[in-house]
């Protein structure tokens, strides 16, 4: 996984690199130059190319001048544009007009509030212009923290930042507006001690480590019940919520799958596929009955290597009850999705007794109205301390869906999926998550590392699908096996 830095962080990383010795012009000169090779790669060369450098007063500014000098040695035509002294807006913007790239080197991942006075004309000078911009560090105008951004902020075609990536680039809207990210060593080492921090990025290479687990590739003599999976979920109306779940979780490797949905109508209705359908305990009205719960814990969680419980699962607290005891007795690891999160928000105990049983810790997957009733307070412009603060409390690894998924366990560690759009705000997406997730508990994987998993995979199957926003659940379901054939063929 690749580290992610806050700015304070960053910061005291580059103290300790000039503690050790390295100047800070000698910091500067690097990121300068990184920035100038950048500028080289979009321009396709520099000679004879215009260039319009917009710097600050901080070390920011002095990276864009750094860049500015690279570039005039290399045949460009490049002007600097200062801000806070005196700017002659109409010579700006035929600069701006005339140019091939604009670097902003306005402001770094310190600042704080919205952009004011001349940066904030510039930022939207340059947008309006439609000239591709470099930022440098992060675009300027976007929180280095959390990706917000208050008013105007530069909108970047690329962004190179030092050393490690900042939340404010993992995070919407700073995301969007960051482009294309590159990270570029100067010298200076996120680490310390050592010791990387614990917030990370989740990679392709982490993704293939755990499908690496699947005993259908490590053993030759597996068995499809190595790697069983159950699904619990359903009501009237939903029972394509646990179906779409199974199916993703059979996709993704698991050897055998099984839906438990209430009753034998439910169960005959949703028959016919690979997936195995299960008929659990039922009312009349065809939800749940409250010995569903039962029925899994004392004769089928035996069999499976995990359980997920949730996907259209429905309001009746009954089913309700029933997940809660799920959650509270099954011995093996769990997933709780959709109305078993909503179960565990109206009474949380089965979470404690749960953890006081030493049980495998729970995946607990919440969008942000979820996690909201689960939390009791709405997620913030911080994803990351929303994440790792109802992991603290509930005991539970959670993987919080949205721009930019966090993963977060109790034991510290944090992983962002860098990818991933809005293709994904579309019904059943979540279940299909779920599923994935599933699966990889079930090779064996522990919480944190298959939620981090699934939650890339799922992003990578989407772009995979190639629907764009017409994307629905059953194209993410079926973009699996070429998305898992492609991690296997690097």
């Known amino acids: 996984m690749l580290p992610v830095v806050t700015p304070a962080e960053m910061a005291a990383a580059d103290r300790r690199a000039i503690d050790s010795g390295t100047t800070e012009a000698v910091l500067v000169e690097r990121a300068g130059r990184a920035v100038a090779w950048e500028a080289r790669r979009i321009l396709g060369g520099c ?46 913007s035929r ?57 105007l902020a530069v909108m970047a075609t690329a962004t190179t930042t030092f050393a490690a990536l900042k939340p404010g680039l993992l995070f919407e809207p700073g995301r969007t507006h960051a482009g294309r990210v590159r990270v570029v060593g100067i010298g200076v080492e996120p680490s310390v001690g050592g010791e990387l921090p614990p917030v ?38 939903m029972t394509g919520a646990p179906l779409l779940a199974a199916r993703a979780a059979a ?14 109508t439910a169960a005959a209705a949703a028959s016919g596929t690979e997936v195995v359908v299960r008929a659990l305990p039922a009312g009349v009205d065809g939800a749940f009955d409250d010995d569903a719960g039962r029925v899994v814990v004392r004769d089928l969680a035996g069999r499976f290597a995990c359980i997920a419980v949730g996907p259209g699962l429905g309001p009746d607290h009954r089913a309700r009850e029933a997940a809660r005891r799920i959650v509270a007795e099954a011995q093996c690891p769990l997933v709780v999705d959709a109305d ?13 007794v749960r953890s006081a049983g030493g049980l495998p810790r729970p995946v607990l997957t919440p969008h942000v109205g979820e996690y909201e009733r689960l939390a009791g307070e709405a997620v913030g412009d911080d994803r990351i301390a929303a994440a790792a603060r109802l992991a603290e409390s509930t005991r539970s690894v959670v993987l919080l869906k949205g721009p930019g998924t966090v993963v977060a366990s109790p034991d510290g560690r944090v992983a962002v999926c860098p990818i991933g759009g809005p293709e994904l705000a579309s019904a059943g997406t979540g279940d299909v998550l779920t599923g994935i997730v599933a699966a990889f508990l079930a090779f064996g994987a522990d919480g944190f590392e298959a939620a981090a998993a699934a939650a890339w995979l799922q992003a990578e199957a989407a772009a995979t699908a190639g629907t764009g926003a017409s994307l629905v659940a059953g194209d993410l379901v079926e973009a699996l096996g070429p998305t898992l054939g492609g991690l296997s063929s690097h």
């Open 47 to 92: 000679y004879g190319r215009r260039v319009v450098v917009v710097s600050g007063k901080g070390n920011n500014g002095a990276d864009g001048e750094v860049a500015a000098r690279v570039l005039v040695h290399w045949g460009a035509r490049v002007e600097v544009v200062q801000i806070g002294a005196r700017l002659d807006r109409d010579s700006v």
């Open 95 to 151: 600069s701006v007009a005339r140019s091939h790239l604009a670097i902003d080197a306005m402001f770094g991942t310190g600042l704080k509030g919205p952009l004011g006075g001349d940066a904030a004309w510039i930022a939207g000078e340059l947008r309006s212009a439609g000239v591709p911009v470099l930022s440098v560090d992060i675009p300027s105008g976007v929180d280095g923290s959390t990706g917000r951004v208050a008013g």
């Open 200 to 237: 990370r990025c989740t990679t392709s290479t982490d993704v293939s480590a755990v499908v690496a687990m699947n005993p259908r590739i490590r053993r030759a003599d597996v068995h499809k019940w190595t790697a069983g999976v159950l699904i619990v979920g359903g009501s009237p109306g």
């Open 251 to 264: 996709r993704a490797g698991a050897g055998m799958v099984v839906a438990g949905v209430p009753g034998i």
């Open 340 to 352: 078993g999160l909503n179960a565990l928000a109206e009474d949380p105990a089965a979470l404690r």
